[in-house]
């Protein structure tokens, strides 16, 4: 039962954490760019947001952004991380598919257990790796972009893109450690014996022959 319950949680852990990479990658606001102070940005109406896929301007009333086509003069920090973040969003997909389908409470004609749990050791693995791509991903990022474009501050995508990841790694690490099989407790009786009322040992009828 306890078991059950720990695979659960990490499923739904795990589910959490794909969500905020998914969130994380099909948004643009990782960092706010500014070339004076934060404040002194937001009062002149040129603070800056950039993502993955596009550069926007946020200003009173006006959010435009412009993608990042010419893919061959990106940064290698930003073509690392679509390359990262779009491999975690594919493989938490196909993780969470995996995990649906190995819950206790999930049959799958006559399947064994323990094929269960070889299924969700699995997707937790990929659930890991989910993990590290992201982990990657929203350090190297912010980096790159402090080097290049100077000061900045984070965006509420590298903040979605952090908790997925904590949430990844939490839930990876529950369903690998807690899925795996346990052996069977086994009773042997080989060495037991039966004694009379009047004291007097018998051994069974096996271990007379």
């Given at each position: ?152 501050s984070f965006g509420f995508s590298l903040y979605a893109g952090w908790i ?46």
């Open positions: 039962m306890a078991n059950s319950c720990l695979q659960l949680g990490g499923f739904l852990v795990s589910c959490l954490g794909w969500m905020g990479v998914v969130i994380a990658t099909s948004t643009n606001e990782w960092v706010n760019m500014c070339k004076y102070g934060l404040n002194t940005c937001k009062k002149m109406d040129e603070l800056e947001a950039k993502g993955p896929w596009a550069e926007c301007v946020i200003s009173t009333g006006l959010y435009h952004c412009v993608s990042l086509t010419q893919i061959l003069d990106l940064p290698a920090y930003i073509q690392t991380t679509r390359a990262l973040m779009i491999t975690g969003s594919i493989l938490g997909f196909v993780a969470v598919v995996m995990l649906l389908m190995s819950m206790p409470c999930i049959s799958l004609g006559n399947e064994a257990q323990g094929s269960k749990n070889r299924r969700a050791v699995l997707g937790g693995v990929l659930v890991l790796i989910v993990g590290l791509c992201s982990l990657v991903s929203t350090v190297w990022f912010p980096i790159g972009a402090h080097q290049q474009e100077g000061l900045m997925g990841t904590v949430f990844s790694l939490l839930g990876g690490s529950l369903l690998t450690c807690c899925s795996s099989d346990s052996p069977p407790r086994s009773f042997q009786d080989n060495n037991r014996f039966y004694y009379s009322k009047q004291g007097g040992g018998n051994a069974p009828c096996h271990l007379r022959h």
